[in-house]
């Protein structure tokens, strides 16, 4: 593969070349770009599907300086025209990246396979057919993969299975990414104004926003919710109430008015307790009972009380 993509520099000659030049082998086509290259090569049908499973090779799909050397040179535009000229299996070739996408690796690799997938412009039969595969990675796949993903299956929402957009809907929904949750709500709206009747089965999957770290998505889910729950059974709108407990406290209020319910309030910090008296602290003395009693423990502190005459309880009266 690296043979090929130094193809297109000046100073790279195959070794057939230059034995053909010392006359030591028969003359072989010179080739001055990488489609040039591939298309000489044996089994290239064969050989192309492997490059799927060897490490590292999407840094060799996405390298940079490729397209300053021409399109022909640039090995997801090469196997993009090699598909087209029926001498790679185009639908391979699709079924291949979101597998390769799924699977996961390093970003830069990632990248790679994600610049083929792009090259290979998907038309709408072609994404219906592999839908529950771009769902999968939707929900599953690296950030950019699922922002593909979500992309491709935006022509044909409304073509997609209602169970299906559903589960799309939910699945990123759930996951932390900011502009994928907004663009999902953004489609599930769009879904709900072209047929209300499907808020029974859509909004408990919008209503799993409610627990997104932003806020903006929270508030957009609850407004989203709040516009339709007139249109869901009973039990639906009792299940996208009890979502709302996710909701910040900000936007607990607007729950409140929007939903028609008592959504409980965050807990404050603990409930003080009672402060125990330091460590080896002694607690203090009960008061005197009477001046006979002050007098007893007075003594008692200074040590004189032994010095002090004996108070009958009617001198005590007198005190």
Known sequence: MRQGSSIRYPYHREIGEWLAEQGLHEPVPHHD????????QPGLAEFVPRLFEVPDVGTE??????????PDNEWPKALTTLAGECELDRAE???LCPGKLLR????????????LYAALTLGPEEVLTRARDHVRLAADGAPTAAKTAQAALVPV?????????????AAVLARPEKTLATVQLSRAAAALRRDPTRADGLLPAVSAAFAHP?????????????????????????AVRSAAAALGPALRPEAQSLLAIQVPAEKDAAEPHAVAPPTGQAALPDAPA?????????????GA???????????????
Do not use: C, M, Y
């Not at 929402?157 to 809907?169: G, H, K, N, V």
């Open 305 to 319: 009380a032994r010095r002090i005459p004996a108070v009958t309880a009617e001198a005590s009266k007198r005190i």
């Open 104 to 115: 996961g690796d390093r970003p830069g690799n990632l990248r790679g396979f994600l610049r």
């Open 157 to 169: 929402d409304d073509r997609l299975p209602a169970e299906l957009f559903t589960e799309l809907t």
């Open 93 to 95: 070739l699709i079924d």
């Open 290 to 302: 009477g001046p006979l009693d002050l007098a007893e423990r007075l003594a008692a502190s200074t």
């Open 61 to 70: 799909f996405n390298d940079p300086h490729a397209a300053g050397f021409g």
């Open 214 to 238: 932003a806020p903006a998505v929270q508030g957009r889910a609850l407004r989203l919710t709040a516009q339709h729950l007139s249109h869901v059974a009973p039990a639906t709108a009792e």
């Open 33 to 40: 770009t990488l489609l040039s290259w591939l298309r000489a």
